[in-house]
């Protein structure tokens, strides 16, 4: 409790001692720092009669810095409530209130004060009050999304713990973009720096992943290995996987299995899709395996692990392919609009997002032309997407599928989306009308996409005309 309330005064309420308008304020905080209890009080006394409420906090402060006993903190309490709405002492009522060793514990009245403190920026109390979010405590509902936020605005003030919560949080929520690994990898190594060793485990992660930081397997190795030796599964999955690669530490295949399978055994998620790439290749080779391994990643895959199903799909679909007779995996695992969500998360790494490029394929293949042709506008407008590279020859790719089953449903589909100004359905139709004959729609269509500087439109158009002058 001491150590509490003397940090509460360091960053507090020195301060702003330089910014009161009371007098003997600050030549009472000084007195107190120095041990002086007795001018020390003297003078916030008056400064209290004075009108100034904060100085009562600080009276209560003295008592508590010079007895920690149930004494002290009843003479601590008596200031405190003279004052129940200043700032500090609503600060200082929380910590006393949900003290369970403390004389004056009070469940019902210590939540009250940490909601009050938590509402002016307490980072302490941010902290616990997101705990109580995150798992349904101290009487109210399980909310993630609040809770991330206390956590946050916690982090941001330095709080220790929460940089931690954040950190892992982030990890097991969702996939963080590249802005947000770097503000991941000072949360760790902040959260490390004040005690906190599992912050190591990220940190190494992220080390491993050259996310946040600079790409150092080796050192990524050694800050994961006590906790692979422990027995955590993130750590034993992560390691495992640079031993199979041989990246930072010497290519070892069965020290990879062994980390994997021990992760498994623990129904890690992400080690069962270790295993089914294990198996999908190299001399241990064995595609049942890899399969029955990939089957249970889909399965296993909480919400919050969506792309993982999405790419333990793939897997199971081509594991399927070796065997013509085997009905493909995507009639009994259909692709749905929040596996795909999931998959353009913002967090993905662009050559993961090339997953994509095999449900566009899929679809296509099931002539779900229309949810295609989203999903590739979708890919198109991701962050970090090159739209010449993916975004526009996944679109063309289902343009030129429905114009090979020129059905009156399918032209009429293309038609509107070049009406819109898409301008790959612009070139596919000025291709097309021109395969038909049809110059002056094909003309029409193709200077629509040269008005969108569409290179291929150009040189398409050019070909036509050049063509039309030599009949």
């Not at 081509?318 to 259909?334: A, G, M, P, Q, W």
Request: aromatic residues 12%.
């Amino acid at each position: 409790m001491r150590y509490i309330i003397t940090a509460l005064l360091l960053f507090f309420l020195v301060p702003v001692c330089a910014q009161v308008h009371y007098s003997d304020e600050p030549k009472g905080i000084v007195f107190m720092l120095q041990g002086d209890m007795k001018k020390a009080r003297k003078l916030l006394t008056k400064s209290y009669k004075e009108g100034n409420e904060r100085a009562a906090s600080y009276m209560a402060t003295s008592y508590l810095m010079e007895d920690s006993t149930d004494v002290g903190v009843g003479k601590a309490m008596k200031w405190l409530l003279k004052v129940p709405d200043d700032s500090l002492s609503v600060r200082m009522l929380c910590e006393l209130y949900n003290d369970s060793n403390s004389i004056f514990f009070d469940k019902a009245k210590g939540e009250e004060y940490l909601f009050r403190a938590a509402d002016m920026g307490d980072p302490r109390a941010l902290f616990f009050t997101g705990r109580a979010y995150l798992n349904g405590e101290r009487g109210v509902e399980i909310d993630r999304a609040k809770a991330m936020t206390c956590f946050q605005m916690a982090a941001q003030k330095r709080e220790p713990n929460a940089c931690y919560v954040v950190v892992v949080c982030s990890f097991e929520y969702g996939i963080p973009d590249d802005e947000t690994y770097e503000k991941l990898y000072r949360y760790a190594c902040y959260a490390d720096s004040m005690g906190i060793i599992d912050a190591r485990k990220y940190i190494g992660l992220m080390k491993c992943m050259g996310k946040g930081t600079e790409y150092d397997p080796v050192r990524a190795a050694v800050l994961l290995s006590p906790f692979a030796n422990a027995g955590d599964p993130l750590a034993m999955t992560t390691l495992g996987n640079l031993f199979l690669e041989g990246e930072g530490v010497q290519k070892d295949r069965g020290k990879a299995l062994k980390y994997f399978k021990e992760a498994a055994a623990m129904d890690y998620v992400d080690a069962y899709y270790s295993l089914a790439m294990y198996y999908r290749c190299g001399k241990d080779r064995d595609i049942e395996l890899a399969e029955k391994y990939a089957k249970r990643c889909y399965e296993s895959c909480p919400d919050e692990y969506m792309y993982r199903r999405g790419y333990a799909m793939i897997l199971m679909d081509e594991f399927r392919s070796f065997d013509v007779e085997k009905e493909n995996y995507l009639t009994d695992y259909k692709v749905d609009s929040v596996l795909v969500d999931s998959l353009l998360l913002p967090g993905i790494a662009l050559n993961e997002l090339y997953a994509l490029d095999y449900f566009v394929k899929r679809y296509i293949s099931k002539e779900r032309f229309a949810e295609a042709y989203d999903l590739a506008a979708r890919i198109r407008y991701h962050k970090g997407v090159d739209d010449e590279m993916l975004g526009n020859s996944n679109r063309q790719l289902v343009m030129r599928a429905m114009i090979n089953k020129p059905t009156p449903q399918n032209i009429s589909f293309i038609k509107d989306r070049a009406d819109r100004g898409d301008v790959v359905a612009q070139r596919v139709l000025g291709s097309y009308y021109y395969r038909k004959k049809k110059y002056k729609l094909a003309q029409h269509y193709y200077k629509l996409a040269i008005e969108q500087g569409d290179s291929a439109a150009k040189t398409e158009l050019k070909y036509m005309e050049d063509v039309i002058k030599n009949m």
